[in-house]
């Protein structure tokens, strides 16, 4: 699950590297990214839905913070910090925090600078759908992976039309999984501090750090 909340983000941060297919969906894509890029921060809210057979298995919310290659990113019961380098991992559940340096190909699979090899490595985009989503006029986007080994069979991105951020997420898994985020607040107006993207054990004096590195 970690993972597919993260994809979220990484959509944000490399949309100009979907190099193929539709130009008017590049277009759309690029001015979505601009929302980022004339940023110094944001701020996501969303909900989270995995099925299969169209059968809900879980159902979370969660809030996302993005600046440059740094995230943080809290559920109900994980809490991730990346500062670009190092990361942690808070399980709730049981009160500890994993702390490691992800490789190339660790990232590639877990976080937003992680996907970003996979985008560069090619999407095709399909023309865009006008479509209504969430109550909201958008554009949806389906990207289809030129890599075969990719996880996802597709990615189908909805872009609101009056403000060009994402609205929702939809992607199939290849092993039948489909998971949905819709993006229920999305704020470029904020001025993250680097700090905001690393665990503070002084804030979390009882856990249990267990250092991978």
């Given at each position: 699950?970690?993972?597919?909340?993260l994809t979220l983000i990484t959509?944000?941060?490399?949309?100009?590297h979907f190099?193929?297919g539709?130009?008017?969906?590049?277009?759309i894509l690029?001015?979505?990214?601009a929302?980022?890029e004339?940023?110094?921060?944001?701020?996501?809210?969303?909900?989270?839905?995995a099925?299969?057979?169209?059968?809900?298995?879980m159902?979370?919310?969660?809030?996302?913070?993005?600046k440059?290659?740094?995230f943080k990113?809290?559920?109900k019961d994980i809490?991730?910090?990346?500062?670009?380098?190092t990361?942690?991992?808070?399980l709730?559940?049981?009160n500890?925090?994993?702390?490691s340096e992800?490789?190339i190909?660790?990232v590639?699979?877990i976080?937003?600078?992680a996907l970003?090899?996979?985008?560069?490595?090619?999407y095709?985009?399909s023309?865009?759908?006008n479509?209504?989503?969430?109550?909201?006029?958008?554009?949806a986007?389906?990207l289809?992976?030129?890599?075969?080994?990719?996880?996802?069979k597709q990615i189908t991105?909805?872009i609101?039309k009056?403000n060009q951020?994402?609205?929702?997420?939809?992607l199939?898994l290849?092993n039948?999984v489909d998971?949905?985020?819709d993006?229920?607040?999305?704020n470029?107006?904020?001025?993250f501090n680097?700090a905001d993207f690393?665990f503070?054990?002084?804030k979390?004096p009882?856990?249990?750090?267990?250092d991978l590195r």
């Open positions: 699950m970690k993972k597919v909340l959509i944000i941060i490399s949309l100009p190099a193929q539709s130009s008017q969906s590049r277009n690029d001015k979505a990214y929302n980022y004339n940023s110094k921060g944001i701020k996501i809210e969303f909900s989270f839905a099925s299969e057979n169209k059968t809900v298995h159902q979370q919310t969660g809030v996302a913070m993005v440059g290659n740094k990113v809290e559920t809490e991730t910090w990346y500062d670009g380098k990361q942690w991992i808070l709730k559940e049981y500890e925090v994993n702390i992800p490789s190909e660790e590639a699979s976080s937003p600078t970003l090899g996979m985008y560069k490595s090619g095709t985009l023309e865009p759908i479509s209504k989503v969430n109550g909201k006029d958008a554009s986007i389906t289809t992976p030129t890599n075969s080994k990719s996880d996802f991105v909805a609101d009056s951020t994402i609205v929702q997420v939809l199939t290849k039948g998971n949905k985020i993006i229920t607040s999305y470029t107006n904020y001025n680097d690393v503070n054990k002084t979390h009882d856990v249990e750090v267990i």
